[in-house]
């Protein structure tokens, strides 16, 4: 199974916690501090950015945060 099989099925999977529902937990907590809630449509392209190991703050800054 390759990263993105991985990454997908741990998504897919909600008792499995991954690296990148952590990732996602940690923006999305940041983003309730500033009032915001995550869309779904969001969740796709934090998969982007996760796969290409951006980090929280430049993934908040290009959020608009």
């Known amino acids: 199974m ?3 099989q991985n990454n ?3 998504r897919n999977q909600k008792w499995n916690f991954c690296g990148f529902d ?3 937990d940690r923006i999305a907590s ?3 501090l500033q009032g915001t809630e ?3 449509d969001e969740t ?3 998969l982007d950015f996760y796969r290409q190991g951006e ?8 959020f608009g945060y």
């Open 44 to 46: 796709s392209v934090l």
């Open 30 to 32: 940041q983003l309730a």
């Open 2 to 4: 390759n990263t993105a």
């Open 22 to 24: 952590a990732f996602r």
């Open 55 to 62: 980090n929280e703050t430049y993934v908040l800054a290009a």
């Open 8 to 10: 997908t099925y741990c």
């Open 38 to 40: 995550l869309s779904d």
